[in-house]
């Protein structure tokens, strides 16, 4: 997998966009549940 990093800011909500070229690198669809979690001063999420 290439080295990806982009930026993208919480709204009002609390909701965080993740965009389409991440989503389809990951096979991330609508219905996937994400899981975070902290390591060290790391969130990681995971499907």
Not at 23 to 43: P, Q, S
Request: charged share 30%.
């Amino acid at each position: 997998m290439k080295n990806t990093g982009v930026a993208r800011k919480v709204d009002e909500l609390g909701r965080v966009v993740i965009p389409v070229e991440l989503r389809r690198t990951l096979g991330i669809v609508e219905g996937t549940a994400l899981d975070f979690h902290v390591e060290g001063e790391n969130t990681c999420p995971s499907t």
